[in-house]
């Protein structure tokens, strides 16, 4: 029985301890930052004449970027040291323009040639600019790529009913 007691009486002194610490404010420890000393010939007297100079904070602070009359920057920013990434080549604009069902199952109208005016039937199974046709619904075409599927979907406009 002293026993039972004794584990009663610790573990009451514990939660005791516990609620200590969780009530009991903490004091954060405070980092001490020194100022970092840059040597002189690491401070240039004036801006190398290759960088452009930052722009001031105040005048993108000023500038209203939602406005019509804004009209685009005439360079590109950059990182200093870094060339701009090299963009993609974009494979064929492909557009679904509509699909019906009909007794031979589901047909999707797809722009996929620009050479071509208009759009070409396809059936799943089929090749639309070198990825193959896996589904076709009531609103979207699912196409197999190399880098994953695709899913070609109808525009508002264009669908019928509800």
Same mark, same amino acid.
């Given at each position: 029985?002293?026993?039972?007691?004794?584990?009663?009486?610790?573990?009451?002194?514990?939660?005791?301890?516990?609620?200590?610490?969780?009530?009991?404010?903490? !004091?954060?420890?405070?980092?001490?930052?020194?100022?970092?000393?840059?040597?002189?010939?690491?401070?240039?007297?004036?801006?190398?004449?290759?960088?452009?100079?930052?722009?001031?904070?105040?005048?993108?602070?000023?500038?209203?970027?939602?406005?019509?009359?804004?009209?685009?920057?005439? %360079?590109?920013?950059?990182?200093?040291? !870094?060339?701009?990434?090299?963009?993609?080549?974009?494979?064929?604009?492909?557009?679904?323009?509509?699909?019906? %069902?009909?007794?031979?199952?589901?047909?999707?109208?797809?722009?996929?040639?620009?050479?071509?005016?208009?759009?070409?039937?396809?059936?799943?199974?089929?090749?639309?600019?070198?990825?193959?046709?896996?589904?076709?619904?009531?609103?979207?075409?699912?196409?197999?790529?190399?880098?994953?599927?695709?899913?070609?979907?109808?525009?508002?406009?264009?669908?019928?009913?509800?």
């Amino acid at each position: 029985m002293t026993l039972v007691r004794s584990l009663y009486a610790a573990a009451g002194a514990l939660l005791i301890a516990g609620l200590g610490l969780r009530l009991a404010p903490t !004091r954060l420890p405070r980092a001490q930052a020194a100022p970092l000393d840059v040597p002189a010939e690491a401070q240039p007297e004036a801006a190398p004449t290759s960088t452009r100079p930052a722009p001031r904070s105040d005048a993108i602070i000023a500038a209203n970027i939602l406005s019509p009359d804004r009209t685009p920057p005439a %360079v590109r920013f950059s990182l200093p040291g !870094r060339a701009a990434a090299p963009t993609k080549p974009r494979g064929p604009t492909l557009r679904l323009y509509g699909i019906t %069902v009909g007794a031979q199952g589901a047909v999707a109208i797809i722009d996929a040639d620009p050479s071509i005016p208009g759009g070409e039937l396809y059936r799943v199974g089929d090749l639309v600019a070198g990825a193959r046709v896996l589904a076709i619904t009531d609103s979207t075409v699912t196409l197999a790529q190399p880098s994953g599927p695709l899913v070609l979907r109808l525009q508002r406009a264009a669908r019928s009913g509800p």
